[in-house]
């Protein structure tokens, strides 16, 4: 029975979805030490090809078992840490016990062990169209065309569906706080659901598997209802679960493959997108029925993505580049009427070049001396020396900076005039705080529309199943209010920078003072 209470989300976090102890039926599993090469596990599956478990596979060699040439490709590779962290070695075999049938034989090494995954080639190839390097050439071309992000996605959901036959294939994108989007969709007309714009809350794909997933880049399920084939280990020959993490044909936590039930999903994918060495997003697809993909097909998809993500971080960091360009210019010009002039208040907010054209800011102003000059969207000079007394009172000695974008969260008094500001950018000149500049961002009136209530992500289970995902996934939309855009980092620290132009010219103007008052 389920109750329809939420639990903590935090327990699906605990399960060790690296050491699941099976494996997917259509592949066979032998372990054996790296250094030793004697066999200290298999799957259960494995008499298929070495035809009977008597005599024990435990204890015996690799060198027995595998073709002499095989070995030596992994003993050649295992030296130069080849095999290790994704790396692998394969070969094509076929067994004297099991003449019928062939299979792809791919071996890594993880934690002392070597795995090699035999994975059974279906009965009828021809069904299965691997893609060529050609349709693979032809898909990064035309990924690279596309200009925008959005183009980009589409075109990456569209060029994959196409060749790996998923009948949905998505652009799931993890925003800061590890919540997702999917930000494109490419799907077969026939399949009503949509989820394409729909946000997920960051436990349903819970912190260890995006750990394992910045590691091991894709996952591919055959069959979401097939009957996982359990490993053997050896009593002696190392009593640690045999980890995972790397093996192609891992099974997938069972508390996922409920929520792919309930999400009407059977065969499915997921490929990581790494964007700057970090966990972008996932390239996710999904077919209502069992969905076999071919080696070379998901060796395929895998380039594809890969060029999508080099492709993203391409029109990132150009975007970021040019938008800093234009920053670094107004600065300059900021700085340059500030050292020309006597009154840096009225450098900063009176020209043409102001504060203004910074951060894409609607307000913006200074505090100093207890007067507050404000342009733009602002909220009115009484509340901002307020504000500036808090800010005082508030930040850490030490601290000379602030950025929120949702003010009111931690100064309630900043409710009254959201709408302007929303957010708030703020940066101390000098060291007793006496002048701070301020920029302001607006309130967006927003509304998120989630894939099911994110308040419930998780429900009770019972008995052994502690947990379960939720069942529904009908749009549930979520108004948000006192939210403005976030700031940037690099816009944090240009604010800072610009502040400290504004000291050198503040304690300058002092000191012509005291001369003249002297
Ligand atoms: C894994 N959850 C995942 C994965 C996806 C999602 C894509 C990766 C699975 C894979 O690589 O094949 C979630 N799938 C989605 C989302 C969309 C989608 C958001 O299609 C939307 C487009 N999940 C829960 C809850 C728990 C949970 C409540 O909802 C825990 C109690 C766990 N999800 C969970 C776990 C994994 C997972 C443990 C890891 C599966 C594994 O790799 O073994």
Same mark, same amino acid.
């Given at each position: 029975?389920?109750?329809?209470?939420?639990?903590?989300?935090?327990?699906?976090?605990?399960?060790?979805?690296?050491?699941?102890?099976?494996?997917?039926?259509?592949?066979?599993?032998?372990?054996?030490?790296?250094?030793?090469?004697?066999?200290?596990?298999?799957?259960?599956?494995?008499?298929?090809?070495?035809?009977?478990?008597?005599?024990?596979?435990?204890?015996?060699?690799?060198?027995?078992?595998?073709?002499?040439?095989?070995?030596?490709?992994?003993?050649?590779?295992?030296?130069?840490?080849?095999?290790?962290?994704?790396?692998?070695?394969?070969?094509?075999?076929?067994?004297?016990?099991?003449?019928?049938?062939?299979?792809?034989?791919?071996?890594?090494?993880?934690?002392?062990?070597?795995?090699?995954?035999?994975?059974?080639?279906?009965?009828?190839?021809?069904?299965?169209?691997?893609?060529?390097?050609?349709? *693979?050439?032809?898909?990064?071309?035309?990924? &690279?065309?596309?200009?925008?992000?959005?183009?980009?996605?589409?075109?990456?959901?569209?060029?994959?569906?196409?060749?790996?036959?998923?009948?949905?294939?998505?652009?799931?994108?993890?925003?800061?706080?590890?919540?997702?989007?999917?930000?494109?969709?490419?799907? /077969?007309?026939?399949?009503?659901?949509?989820?394409?714009?729909?946000?997920?809350?960051?436990?349903?794909?819970?912190?260890?598997?995006?750990?394992?997933?910045?590691?091991?880049?894709? &996952?591919?399920?055959?069959?979401?209802?097939?009957?996982? #084939?359990?490993?053997?280990?050896?009593?002696?020959?190392?009593? $640690?679960?045999?980890?995972?993490?790397?093996?192609?044909?891992? *099974?997938?936590?069972?508390?996922?493959?409920?929520?792919?039930?309930?999400?009407?999903?059977?065969?499915?994918?997921?490929?990581?997108?790494?964007?700057?060495?970090?966990?972008?997003?996932?390239?996710?697809?999904?077919?209502?029925?069992?969905?076999? #993909?071919?080696?070379?097909?998901?060796?395929?998809?895998?380039?594809?993505?890969?060029?999508?993500?080099?492709?993203?971080?391409?029109?990132?960091?150009?975007?970021?580049?040019?938008?800093?360009?234009?920053?670094?210019? /107004?600065?300059?010009?900021?700085?340059?009427?500030? $050292? &020309?002039?006597?009154?840096?208040?009225?450098?900063?907010?009176?020209?043409?070049?102001?504060?203004?054209?910074?951060?894409?800011?609607?307000?913006?102003?200074?505090?100093?001396?207890?007067?507050?000059?404000?342009?733009?969207?602002?909220?009115?000079?009484?509340?901002?020396?307020?504000?500036? *007394?808090?800010?005082?009172?508030?930040?850490?000695?030490?601290? *000379?900076?602030?950025?929120?974008?949702?003010?009111?969260?931690?100064?309630?008094?900043?409710?009254?005039?959201?709408? #302007?500001?929303?957010?708030?950018?703020?940066?101390?000149?000098?060291?007793?705080?006496?002048?701070?500049?301020?920029?302001?961002?607006?309130?967006?009136?927003?509304?998120?529309?989630?894939?099911?209530?994110?308040?419930?992500?998780?429900?009770?289970?019972?008995?052994?199943?502690?947990?379960?995902?939720?069942?529904?996934?009908?749009?549930?939309?979520?108004?948000?209010?006192?939210?403005?855009?976030?700031?940037?980092?690099?816009?944090?620290?240009?604010?800072?920078?610009?502040?400290?132009?504004?000291?050198? #010219?503040?304690?300058?103007?002092?000191?012509?003072?005291?001369?003249?008052?002297?």
């Amino acid at each position: 029975r389920v109750r329809a209470e939420p639990v903590d989300p935090s327990l699906c976090e605990r399960e060790p979805i690296h050491i699941p102890g099976s494996i997917q039926p259509n592949a066979l599993l032998l372990v054996a030490d790296a250094a030793s090469f004697l066999v200290n596990a298999f799957s259960h599956n494995i008499g298929e090809i070495y035809r009977t478990a008597e005599p024990p596979l435990l204890g015996r060699s690799l060198t027995e078992l595998l073709p002499a040439a095989f070995v030596d490709l992994l003993r050649a590779r295992l030296a130069i840490g080849a095999l290790d962290d994704g790396g692998s070695a394969r070969t094509r075999l076929t067994f004297p016990g099991a003449p019928e049938a062939a299979y792809l034989a791919v071996a890594h090494a993880h934690a002392g062990r070597i795995l090699i995954e035999f994975e059974r080639e279906p009965d009828r190839a021809e069904d299965f169209r691997s893609a060529s390097q050609m349709d *693979t050439e032809l898909a990064v071309a035309r990924l &690279r065309a596309a200009g925008t992000l959005t183009d980009t996605a589409r075109v990456a959901a569209l060029e994959i569906r196409a060749l790996t036959g998923f009948e949905a294939v998505l652009v799931y994108r993890f925003d800061a706080d590890w919540n997702g989007e999917a930000v494109a969709e490419d799907k /077969v007309p026939d399949w009503s659901r949509s989820l394409l714009g729909l946000r997920f809350p960051a436990s349903d794909i819970p912190s260890q598997a995006r750990a394992l997933y910045t590691k091991a880049k894709s &996952r591919f399920v055959i069959d979401r209802d097939s009957v996982p #084939v359990p490993l053997a280990g050896a009593p002696g020959g190392g009593n $640690t679960p045999i980890d995972l993490t790397f093996a192609q044909h891992r *099974t997938l936590s069972p508390i996922h493959l409920e929520y792919q039930r309930n999400l009407g999903v059977n065969g499915s994918m997921s490929i990581s997108i790494m964007v700057d060495d970090k966990l972008w997003g996932l390239m996710i697809g999904h077919h209502r029925r069992p969905h076999y #993909v071919p080696p070379e097909t998901r060796a395929a998809a895998t380039v594809l993505t890969d060029a999508f993500a080099m492709r993203v971080q391409e029109i990132e960091s150009r975007r970021l580049w040019v938008e800093r360009q234009a920053h670094l210019d /107004v600065e300059g010009r900021l700085v340059r009427s500030l $050292t &020309r002039s006597d009154d840096f208040v009225a450098a900063l907010t009176a020209g043409g070049t102001n504060l203004l054209q910074l951060f894409d800011a609607t307000g913006a102003g200074i505090v100093s001396n207890d007067r507050a000059t404000l342009i733009g969207q602002s909220p009115g000079a009484k509340a901002v020396r307020a504000l500036a *007394t808090w800010l005082r009172e508030t930040l850490p000695s030490g601290e *000379t900076s602030y950025a929120t974008s949702n003010l009111a969260s931690a100064y309630p008094d900043a409710a009254v005039f959201k709408e #302007v500001a929303s957010g708030l950018l703020a940066a101390f000149v000098d060291e007793s705080r006496e002048t701070l500049l301020l920029w302001f961002r607006p309130e967006m009136p927003s509304t998120v529309t989630w894939g099911g209530d994110p308040r419930k992500p998780v429900l009770a289970g019972s008995g052994s199943v502690a947990v379960l995902p939720r069942r529904s996934f009908e749009r549930w939309v979520e108004e948000r209010t006192g939210f403005a855009a976030p700031w940037a980092e690099w816009q944090v620290n240009l604010s800072l920078s610009l502040a400290e132009a504004v000291e050198g #010219v503040v304690l300058r103007q002092r000191r012509k003072i005291d001369e003249l008052t002297g």
